[in-house]
């Protein structure tokens, strides 16, 4: 079982930057590619942003690529999301979520095996 907690998320305005973390239990964290997805209020959860186990592949959502990174530290067990010129459409919770697999896209959470609890961002006007 793989336990994945984020935190980073809090209240901005618009054109401001956030880093969000997502931290794992496992030894075997380098094994795993990691997503981030969002849900924003009376919206599906969508994808965001993910990594492979090697720190490559990436792959970006179209709606957030040019503002948003997406790194891993494996000695740290760590997924980073850094976002910048943040705006009110990106708020959301924000979810990371861990999966074996290799195959499949990267973009569908049913692809995933273990998920966070959640962050909120707000981006204020």
């Known amino acids: 079982q793989v336990q994945l907690v984020e935190s980073g998320g809090g209240l901005v305005q618009a054109g401001d930057s956030l880093r969000l973390s997502c931290a794992a239990s496992t030894l075997t964290f380098g094994s795993y590619t990691i997503g981030w997805f969002r849900q924003g209020p009376g919206k599906e959860r969508e994808f965001v942003a993910a990594i492979g186990w090697t720190g490559s592949p990436t792959a970006y959502a179209h709606s957030v690529k040019d503002r948003i990174t997406i790194s891993r530290d494996n000695a740290k067990n760590t997924v980073y999301l850094q976002m910048n010129s943040l705006n009110p459409e990106d708020t959301a919770i924000y979810y990371c979520?861990?999966?074996?697999?290799?195959?499949?896209?990267?973009?569908?959470?049913?692809?995933?095996?273990?998920w966070g609890q959640g962050t909120q961002v707000t981006v204020s006007t």
């Open positions: 979520a861990a999966r074996v697999r290799l195959d499949g896209s990267y973009s569908s959470p049913e692809m995933y095996d273990y």
